[in-house]
């Protein structure tokens, strides 16, 4: 079928000024919220129902066409790119809150609302949704239940997994499957728990239920300053060890308090500290975050601060988390192009891991900033450079590579909050071995069996080992048709798809613990 | 050969323990890869599977080949009290592992009904969270990750140690409160909480309205409770209901929030720890033990519900969460009325306990939702696909 054929089809659904096949509109649609993948997709299609959404699946189900759902485009792993040949259904139309029940603490809302949406919506009932990534003035529930996003205060009140209490999700087949219950008990497995962060490969959630979150009756907000990475490492420690779980618990390194003191975001972080902590308490009991917030500064002096300062009011705690919030904003001013690393490691062990980045960013003559939420050792090392250089690129590439390796090393993982998606399909053989990623693509096959919802991302297809399934089909089943399935492992830093640079190495041949390197 | 010989053959005689009560022959694999080893075997000779694991929370009388029992995956491999985390073999009993951990000043914040010598491996597999899923919530947010073995001996890992992991698709969640269906869990990643230097619970005994009223207020007020939990008098072996109220953490958050209570009284520290453990193993007496899971403001019709359908003599409710768990004796028939009637009113009916009789005609899951059958049935294919594992996942 002609690309102009399929647009009118789609046309037919949805109302033709809202399919996009010129190249000036799809190209807004070639990147998200990474710089350093870029796909165009063939169509581009807006529905603006849940009804539409069904009919466009169930339209592509008939002709056997991949798709791509997306968001608002703000992820940070290529998660929400459509390949050649692949369709991107975008779901910010989406829009509506259908419900909130402030009773039981719930909502039900279509997956294109903006996070900051729901919560500013839900306010006035005493709740919020408690999930908050940078992004969330821009990002989308749909897209936060895809990526399984965290925030600062998921510390406490846990990532988006923890407020997700049932799924309506259209398979790529078209039919509807109905997940989780109002109250959040699954009906049997828990399908809810599995279907998030599965990065849009099992389905498109339809209707979203969340759980809310009492807004909490008192907050206090410390910045702490450290002269030593180290110190502030270990104070994160400290707090933690004493039992006390702070409401969000971030660091900030040097060179990204910088960039935000020279920003328009500037918070009055002190410039010529090697580390700032910003520590938030909050809880249902004014007495009891007081007396908690004490113990914290306490803690917090004796870990080696130089200076805790507490947020004399609202406007002072806004300010303090603006910097913390914008700092990728801010980071911007570094560079032309940045590079949002995610990973996580033990919190014991942020102080070596912290070095160890420090040393590779130096040997590669590359800028790292780190803003990270340290309370879960969920660490993001930014890397600022220029796309437009080809060797730096490489450069930015090796590093990536190096501080992921390390980050496994210390007992971590990959990614804490961003995903996979297209960016990271290289590094999931040094975390999982072959017989784990064939599982995780038998479970994908169990939602999706032609792998047609975002093709080529999570799961790197030829790192797995074999599963047969119980109707006989392998997963190197010779009769899968060319392009619909998962293509190989993309090469980080490209700009459309290209063979495989094979530089790469097999990665059949990727043993486990092993990074193979250009 | 029969099947014992093989097993001897393959695994070694330390790994065969005394047969069941059913005669049925009863192995344990003293590592992860040997009991990838038994299931690879199993699956290639067609033999049937039961899993167990310290025989205390389901009853052993499957019919199967073998009996795969975890108690000798008892080691603890790691525990990391600076970053809260630790893993441990499935087999290992949570009292033991409670003791390991306190040792270090650590705590799994999780306190399921059953025996003291429960294995981890089947509160995971089961999902069977006690009273403090209200502060702390269910049994999958307490895990990192996973290692499990499917039904065709694979082994699988999912998750990792650290406290976010988003890396592929989360095969944890789906093993806990798989009972199995998806494989045997062989070992756990856990994420642990301070050993809390407070610990305070306080009770007050009254008619199931005023109470399930005053806990709505408590969960209201601004209070955060460790537990929140509504116990029937059979249960709490009192002569009315009681509200316990658990509250956990350092000694100024619990001395403020213990001000709010009012009219509670307070028990002393032997007393109420044997309350709680009166309540967890008063589950694992009777014949048939389920819960259910609502929104919280129909608590109190559930309850009614239950009240009519199959009495109300044991029940342990969170009314706050939505949770309630009930136990004792009752027919396959009133299960099925029983779970249909909440289906309707959106809440779902876990089997978690009973005779082999029963939960084979109920099954621990069923009532699905629209569509939600077709992918269990496929994940069990997938993860089971010669069904050499004696779950009773759907009833008949």
């Given at each position: 079928m002609s690309t102009s054929a399929l647009a009118d089809d789609l046309g037919a659904i949805v109302g033709s000024r809202h399919v996009r096949v010129a190249p000036a509109e799809r190209a807004t649609y070639a990147m998200d919220g990474l710089p350093t993948h870029r796909r165009l997709p063939d169509v581009v299609v807006l529905p603006g129902t849940r009804e539409e959404v069904i009919a466009v699946i169930r339209l592509l189900a008939v002709l056997g066409i991949p798709f791509v759902p997306r968001g608002a485009g703000t992820g940070l792993s290529g998660g929400a790119l459509a390949e050649e040949g692949a369709v991107l259904i975008v779901l910010t139309r989406l829009n509506r809150i259908l419900k909130v029940d402030a009773a039981n603490r719930s909502a039900l809302v279509e997956p294109g609302v903006v996070n900051a949406r729901l919560s500013a919506a839900t306010r006035p009932h005493g709740l919020h949704y408690a999930p908050d990534p940078s992004s969330q003035t821009?990002?989308?529930?749909?897209?936060?239940?895809?990526?399984?996003?965290?925030?600062?205060?998921?510390?406490?009140?846990?990532?988006?997994?923890?407020?997700?209490?049932?799924?309506?999700?259209?398979?790529?087949?078209?039919?509807?499957?109905?997940?989780?219950?109002?109250?959040?008990?699954?009906?049997?497995?828990?399908?809810?728990?599995?279907?998030?962060?599965?990065?849009?490969?099992?389905?498109?959630?339809?209707?979203?239920?969340?759980?809310?979150?009492?807004?909490?009756?008192?907050?206090?907000?410390?910045?702490?300053?450290?002269?030593?990475?180290?110190?502030?490492?270990?104070?994160?420690?400290?707090?933690?060890?004493?039992?006390?779980?702070?409401?969000?618990?971030?660091?900030?390194?040097?060179?990204?308090?910088?960039?935000?003191?020279?920003?328009?975001?500037?918070?009055?972080?002190?410039?010529?500290?090697?580390?700032?902590?910003?520590?938030?308490?909050?809880?249902?009991?004014?007495?009891?975050?007081?007396?908690?917030?004490?113990?914290?500064?306490?803690?917090?002096?004796?870990?080696?601060?130089?200076?805790?300062?507490?947020?004399?009011?609202?406007?002072?705690?806004?300010?303090?988390?603006?910097?913390?919030?914008?700092?990728?904003?801010?980071?911007?001013?570094?560079?032309?192009?940045?590079?949002?690393?995610?990973?996580?490691?033990?919190?014991?062990?942020?102080?070596?891991?912290?070095?160890?980045?420090?040393?590779?960013?130096?040997?590669?003559?590359?800028?790292?900033?780190?803003?990270?939420?340290?309370?879960?050792?969920?660490?993001?090392?930014?890397?600022?450079?220029?796309?437009?250089?080809?060797?730096?690129?490489?450069?930015?590439?090796?590093?990536?590579?190096?501080?992921?390796?390390?980050?496994?090393?210390?007992?971590?993982?990959?990614?804490?909050?961003?995903?996979?998606?297209?960016?990271?399909?290289?590094?999931?053989?040094?975390?999982?071995?072959?017989?784990?990623?064939?599982?995780?693509?038998?479970?994908?096959?169990?939602?999706?069996?032609?792998?047609?919802?975002?093709?080529?991302?999570?799961?790197?297809?030829?790192?797995?080992?074999?599963?047969?399934?119980?109707?006989?089909?392998?997963?190197?089943?010779?009769?899968?048709?060319?392009?619909?399935?998962?293509?190989?492992?993309?090469?980080?830093?490209?700009?459309?798809?290209?063979?495989?640079?094979?530089?790469?190495?097999?990665?059949?041949?990727?043993?486990?613990g092993q990074l193979v390197l250009p | 050969m029969t099947i014992l010989e093989k097993v001897t053959a393959l695994l070694g005689e330390g790994a065969v323990l005394e047969p069941s009560t059913d005669q049925v022959p009863r192995i344990a694999p003293g590592s992860p890869d040997a009991v990838a080893l038994l299931l690879g075997t199993a699956h290639q000779e067609g033999w049937h599977v039961r899993i167990e694991g310290a025989g205390t929370w389901l009853p052993s009388d499957a019919p199967a080949d073998l009996a795969l029992t975890t108690r000798r995956l008892d080691r603890v491999p790691a525990v990391e009290p600076q970053d809260l985390t630790a893993t441990a073999e499935a087999g290992i009993g949570l009292d033991q592992l409670r003791q390991q951990l306190a040792d270090r000043g650590a705590w799994l914040a999780v306190d399921p009904p059953g025996l003291a010598g429960r294995t981890l491996g089947s509160m995971v597999a089961t999902a069977t969270a006690g009273p403090l899923r209200q502060g702390f919530g269910p049994v999958k947010d307490h895990l990192l990750g996973v290692t499990f073995v499917t039904g065709d001996g694979r082994m699988v890992q999912s998750g990792g140690r650290v406290m976010k992991n988003v890396a592929g698709y989360d095969l944890t969640r789906l093993q806990a409160g798989g009972f199995g269906a998806f494989g045997v869990i062989v070992l756990v990643h856990l994420r642990l909480r301070a050993l809390p230097r407070a610990d305070v619970t306080h009770v007050l005994e009254g008619s199931r309205d005023e109470l399930t009223q005053i806990a709505e207020d408590i969960a209201a007020s601004g209070l955060t409770p460790a537990a929140l939990e509504l116990v029937s008098p059979a249960l709490a072996r009192r002569d009315r209901w009681v509200l316990a109220v658990r509250l956990v953490g350092s000694p100024t958050l619990v001395s403020a929030d213990e001000a709010g209570l009012g009219r509670f009284a307070k028990l002393r520290a032997e007393e109420a720890?044997?309350?709680?453990?009166?309540?967890?193993?008063?589950?694992?007496?009777?014949?048939?033990?389920?819960?259910?899971?609502?929104?919280?403001?129909?608590?109190?019709?559930?309850?009614?519900?239950?009240?009519?359908?199959?009495?109300?003599?044991?029940?342990?409710?969170?009314?706050?969460?939505?949770?309630?768990?009930?136990?004792?004796?009752?027919?396959?028939?009133?299960?099925?009325?029983?779970?249909?009637?909440?289906?309707?009113?959106?809440?779902?009916?876990?089997?978690?306990?009973?005779?082999?009789?029963?939960?084979?005609?109920?099954?621990?899951?069923?009532?699905?939702?629209?569509?939600?059958?077709?992918?269990?049935?496929?994940?069990?294919?997938?993860?089971?696909?010669?069904g050499a594992l004696v779950v009773a996942t759907d009833g008949e």
């Open positions: 821009a990002c989308t529930i749909g897209g936060n239940v895809a990526e399984n996003a965290g925030g600062p205060h998921c510390l406490k009140y846990g990532v988006t997994a923890n407020h997700i209490l049932a799924l309506e999700v259209v398979l790529a087949t078209g039919e509807i499957v109905v997940l989780g219950s109002p109250g959040g008990e699954p009906w049997g497995p828990d399908l809810v728990g599995l279907f998030v962060g599965s990065e849009g490969n099992f389905g498109v959630a339809t209707r979203i239920t969340v759980r809310l979150t009492p807004l909490p009756r008192a907050v206090r907000t410390l910045l702490a300053d450290f002269m030593a990475l180290r110190a502030a490492g270990e104070g994160v420690s400290a707090i933690i060890a004493a039992g006390i779980v702070p409401a969000a618990l971030e660091m900030m390194d040097q060179s990204c308090i910088q960039a935000v003191e020279d920003s328009v975001y500037a918070a009055g972080y002190p410039r010529d500290a090697a580390a700032v902590l910003l520590v938030e308490l909050d809880g249902g009991n004014t007495d009891a975050v007081i007396a908690e917030t004490e113990s914290v500064i306490d803690i917090l002096r004796k870990s080696g601060a130089r200076s805790v300062r507490s947020a004399a009011n609202e406007a002072e705690r806004e300010r303090l988390w603006q910097g913390r919030k914008k700092a990728f904003g801010a980071m911007g001013r570094l560079s032309r192009d940045l590079v949002v690393q995610d990973a996580v490691v033990p919190r014991s062990a942020l102080p070596d891991v912290l070095e160890t980045i420090a040393g590779i960013a130096a040997r590669y003559r590359l800028v790292v900033s780190n803003v990270f939420h340290a309370g879960d050792g969920n660490l993001h090392p930014n890397i600022s450079f220029d796309a437009t250089d080809e060797a730096m690129r490489v450069r930015v590439e090796l590093a990536s590579a190096e501080i992921m390796a390390a980050c496994i090393a210390a007992g971590g993982t990959i990614t804490g909050e961003h995903g996979i998606g297209l960016d990271k399909l290289r590094y999931m053989p040094l975390m999982f071995d072959a017989e784990s990623l064939g599982a995780m693509l038998a479970v994908r096959r169990v939602f999706d069996p032609e792998e047609r919802v975002n093709p080529g991302k999570v799961v790197p297809v030829h790192a797995c080992r074999e599963w047969t399934s119980a109707h006989g089909r392998g997963l190197t089943d010779p009769g899968r048709k060319p392009g619909v399935g998962p293509k190989p492992d993309p090469v980080g830093l490209d700009t459309g798809p290209k063979p495989r640079d094979p530089g790469l190495g097999d990665p059949r041949a990727g043993a486990r | 720890h044997s309350f709680w453990m009166r309540l967890a193993e008063g589950f694992a007496v009777r014949p048939v033990t389920f819960r259910i899971g609502g929104v919280p403001a129909a608590s109190d019709e559930l309850l009614d519900l239950l009240q009519h359908q199959v009495g109300d003599e044991w029940i342990s409710a969170a009314p706050a969460a939505g949770a309630i768990r009930w136990s004792g004796d009752t027919t396959v028939d009133r299960l099925q009325r029983l779970r249909r009637t909440l289906a309707a009113l959106e809440v779902p009916l876990t089997l978690e306990r009973a005779p082999w009789p029963v939960r084979t005609a109920v099954g621990h899951f069923g009532a699905y939702r629209e569509g939600a059958g077709p992918l269990v049935a496929g994940l069990r294919r997938t993860f089971d696909p010669g």
